[in-house]
C-alpha cells in the first residue's frame, strides 16, 4: 500500500508543478515521450512505448524493459482485435448481429437470455456481468477457457438485455466462442490468420502463439486488477505473468502486441483499406450501435474524445486495458496515438499512459 501511495502521489505531482510541469507546458510527440521517459527512470513504470502517427508523421519510442522490443500484455486492447476476427466471419454470411446468440449457443437458454444478440454481446448491452462470481477460483485451478465459456452461459444477467449499458468481459468471451464453433477451431487461430497476419502483427498474438517467451513483457503485478489477483502473493500461478494467463488466449484481456502492432491495427479502421476487413465492415465495427441514452460502443470498440484527450473528436475509436495500455484514433485529425505501459492503469491517478495519451491529442487541437 506505501508503494501505491507513493505512485499516486507522484503522478499528481506531473499537474502540479513537479518534475515534468515543464513538459506538460508543451504537448505533442516529444512531451509526450518525456513524460514517459521520466516515468520509467523515476521507477515508477517498468517499461512503455509510444507509437503514433500525426500529420503524416510517424512517432516511436519505447523505454525501460520495453527498449529492447518486447511485447506487452494489452489487457482489454484485447477486445477489438477479438471483436475483429468475429466480424470476418459475418463478412462471410456466418451470422447477422441481430442474430440471438442461443442459435449458436443451444445451452444459453433461460432467465432472458434467449433474447440476446451478438450485437448486443459486442457493445456491451447483453446483461452479462463483466467477470464472473467464480472468476479466481476458475483461475486459481488453472480451468480451460471452455469452463469459462460454461459459467458465462449459465450465469445470472444483471439486467434484461438491452436495458443499460454493463461492460461485459464475459460478453465478449461468448461472442468469440460463438466465432470459434462456427470456425470450428481455435479462436486464437482465428485471429492470427485473419487480422493479425493480413496486417503484419508479427509480435502480437491472442496468448503467446508464435511469441516467445524471453519476448513478453511482465506486468507490474502488485498494482493488479482485482480479476488478476490485485496484487496478492498467492495468485502468481495465475496473475497476469503467469504461464497459464499467457497461454489461456482470454479473449478479453490476454493479447500481447507491440505499440507498432496495435497502431497497425487502428490504421487499418482508420483507413479502411480492406487487409484484415472489407471497408464496410470496418466502418461498420467503429460506428455506434448503442440506443440514445446508452454510452457510445462500436463493436468491440470504445468509442468518443474521452479516449484521447481534450483535441479529439466525436469520431474516435480505440480501447484501453486495466493492464496499463491506451490507444485511439481519431479520423478527423487523422491521428493514432498508442500508450503502452507495464504499469495497470489502477496504480496511478492520473496514470502517465493518459497524461501522454492527452499531450499527443492536444497536439491536434
Known amino acids: 500500500m506505501k508503494r501505491r501511495s507513493l505512485l499516486l502521489k507522484g503522478s499528481s505531482l506531473l499537474l502540479a508543478g513537479g518534475p515534468l510541469a515543464a513538459a506538460l507546458g508543451e504537448k505533442g510527440p516529444e512531451a509526450a515521450a518525456a513524460l514517459l ?11 512503455a512505448s509510444l507509437w503514433l502517427r500525426q500529420a503524416g508523421r510517424e512517432f516511436s519510442q519505447s523505454f525501460g524493459t520495453a527498449a529492447s522490443g518486447g511485447s ?6 484485447s477486445k477489438p482485435i477479438a471483436a475483429a476476427a468475429v466480424m470476418r466471419l459475418h463478412e462471410d454470411g456466418a451470422f447477422s448481429l441481430d442474430d440471438p446468440a442461443q442459435r449458436f449457443l ?3 437458454t433461460g432467465g432472458g437470455r434467449e433474447s440476446i444478440t451478438v450485437g448486443q454481446l459486442l457493445t456491451h448491452v447483453s446483461g452479462l456481468p463483466d467477470q464472473l462470481p467464480e472468476n479466481d477460483a476458475l483461475r486459481a485451478r488453472h480451468a480451460p477457457l471452455g469452463d469459462f465459456v460454461a459459467a458465462a452461459m449459465r450465469t445470472p ?3 434484461a438485455p438491452g436495458e443499460r449499458y454493463g461492460y461485459s468481459s464475459m460478453a465478449i468471451l461468448l461472442a468469440t466462442e460463438i466465432a470459434r464453433r462456427i470456425a470450428d477451431r481455435p479462436f486464437a487461430e482465428l485471429v492470427d490468420e485473419n487480422v493479425l497476419r493480413p496486417l503484419g502483427m508479427e509480435r502480437s498474438a491472442m496468448g503467446v502463439g508464435r511469441l516467445r517467451r524471453e519476448d513478453l513483457l511482465g506486468v507490474q ?3 493488479a486488477a482485482p480479476e488478476a489477483g490485485a496484487g496478492d502473493p498467492t495468485a502468481k500461478s495465475w496473475d497476469w505473468n503467469s504461464d497459464y494467463w499467457r497461454e489461456l488466449a482470454a479473449p478479453w484481456g490476454a493479447a500481447h502486441g507491440t505499440a507498432a502492432d496495435v497502431g497497425r491495427f487502428l490504421e487499418s479502421f482508420l ?8 471497408p464496410e465492415t470496418a466502418r461498420l465495427m467503429v460506428a455506434n450501435h448503442n440506443p440514445e441514452g446508452l454510452r457510445r460502443r462500436g463493436l468491440g470498440f470504445d468509442l468518443g474524445p474521452e479516449l484521447g484527450g481534450p483535441g479529439c473528436g466525436d469520431a474516435t475509436f480505440g480501447h484501453t486495458g486495466s493492464t496499463g495500455t491506451r490507444c485511439w484514433a481519431d479520423p478527423g485529425a487523422g491521428t493514432v496515438c498508442v500508450v503502452l505501459t507495464t504499469l495497470p492503469s489502477r496504480a496511478a ?5 493518459d497524461l501522454a495519451s492527452q499531450l499527443v491529442a492536444a497536439a491536434a487541437e
Open 37 to 47: 521517459a521520466r516515468s520509467v527512470s523515476d521507477g515508477e513504470v517498468a517499461g
Open 72 to 77: 506487452f500484455l494489452l489487457g482489454s486492447i
Open 106 to 108: 443451444p445451452d444459453f
Open 157 to 159: 444477467l444483471l439486467f
Open 221 to 223: 503485478t502488485e498494482f
Open 271 to 278: 483507413r479502411a483499406d480492406g487487409r484484415a476487413l472489407r
Open 349 to 353: 491517478a492520473p496514470h502517465p499512459r
